[in-house]
């Protein structure tokens, strides 16, 4: 790709010079001087704000960037984005990813830059980042926040958010009084950063290292490490070269490249988020990624990462232990060694540098996995035709060959207002089940990990089936089957299931069932009514296009088939 600067875009007045000399002028009201003005421009694309803690340092960041793209000869111009805070915005975040996704590539796209640096890392801006730059076209490449160190309390180690669930299930059984609860509510969260375990952000920043969009080690370095700041002054260097290299995402994510990534979401125990976002990812570079496909990958991949939520460790110990390149050579024999990254290399050249050091405590070896294989599985059956996911992973191993009693809800305030009721009929080796909590009926929140019922959590029940059309947060854990397609809110098979009926998992079928025959299942939705479409603005442009999680929930016309 030709580097053009600030003449490329122009904005139409019918007259080109007039355009150009008029946009010349503009941006030396900014100070810039004639010989700035001529560099290649990197756009660098923020998502900070008040209402995201994750992405505090983003303003040191920006100037480490900067540094980087002024020491290689470009100009850095940065330009913000929609930000989203996970834990700041309702109903929930992965509404607004693609609306951040659109953001990012109309501002890419635009605007005159030849290449952009793309700052993220919370949940669903990471991958809004990548959708969009794909589309747009032009080189990027990511750099993340870098994650949360651990606070501390009572002498445990804590760090967002597994051990925030796991102690708020103490506070629910009664272990620990409120006084407790809201002292340890200030050590969960102790630094800037993305959540310090393997949830959806940290999976997300691995996914990102392995498919070739971040440079190599940049996905674990702590927010507050210095190795961060270094990793931005490198990213914003690298992205003037890739500038005058011309090289576009499109040349990066690819088939292999896509596969590169599933197998580290697998092999990190990552969250079933990056299920979706990695699918949506390749679909807008034109590669299909389908649930057997993924199940294919799984049945051959191994569990290395030792960290929480399917371990014990956090974000820190596996930067320390080798992060992603470490990870990566355990897994050289499944990888694609010739696909490229924004580095300018191989993965063969890459993982012929890296360094031998690897702390097994951290990241096993393929020969001792956390989990031989399938940490992370599609399943299928009458419940689910398009496909569910379930973790198995994080899973008591006991529920994943299951059969049990259905208990109802029908909705999230259904099941906020009866869970806990000390009437409610549920025994432990009940299924919990959710309805309407996909993305159209509720716009697909993280509450596929249902309460235990207190009455169960007074009995010592601390994992029980639970399904549901929902996600689940990547910090979360337990035997929860997610993503169950069709969703309710539009007639799928999980519609009609009832109170009592009979409900089987299995993880060696990779199967979700509902003991009922077709006919009844088609007798029981006949009278099915689909929720209105909002009549305006963004949740009806939502509602109308939104696809199932098999497809990444991204838009239909946003897809590479979407655009024709
Ligand atoms: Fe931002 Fe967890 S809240 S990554």
Known sequence: MEIRGLSRGLTNYGDREFSLYLRRAFAKSMGFSDAMLERPIVGIATA???????????????????RGVLAAGGLPLEFPTISLGEPFLSPTSLVFRNLMAMDVEEMIRAQPMDSVVLIGGCDKTLPAQLMGAISAGKPAISLVVGPMMTGGFEGTRLGACTDCRAWWARYRAGELDDLRIRELESNLATTAGTCAVMGTASTMACVTEALGMSLPGSATPPAVHAERLRVAEATGARAVALAHEGVTPDRIVTERSVDNALRVLLAIGGSTNGAIHLTAIAGRAGVPLTLEHFNAISSETPVLVNLKPVGEHYMEQFHAAGGVGALLRELTPLLHPETISVAGETLAERLARVPAYVDRAVIRSAGEPIFAREGLVALFGNLAPNGAILKAAAADARLLEHEGRAVVFR?????????????LDVEPNDVLVLQNAGPIGAGMPEAGYLPIPKKLLARGVRDMLRISDARMSGTAYGAVVLHISPEAA????????RDGDRIRVSLREKRLDVALSDTEIAARLAEFVRPPVPRRGYAKLYA????????GCDFDFLTVEGQG
Do not use: K, Q, Y
């Open 411 to 423: 909705d999230l305030a259904d099941m906020a207002a009866r869970i806990d009721a000390p009437d």
């Open 48 to 66: 900070g704000g008040g209402f995201n803690n994750c992405h505090r340092t983003t303003p040191e960041l920006v100037t480490a960037v900067s």
């Open 490 to 497: 539009v007639g799928g098979p999980l519609a009609a299931v």
């Open 544 to 551: 109308e296009h939104i696809l199932g999680p098999e497809r």
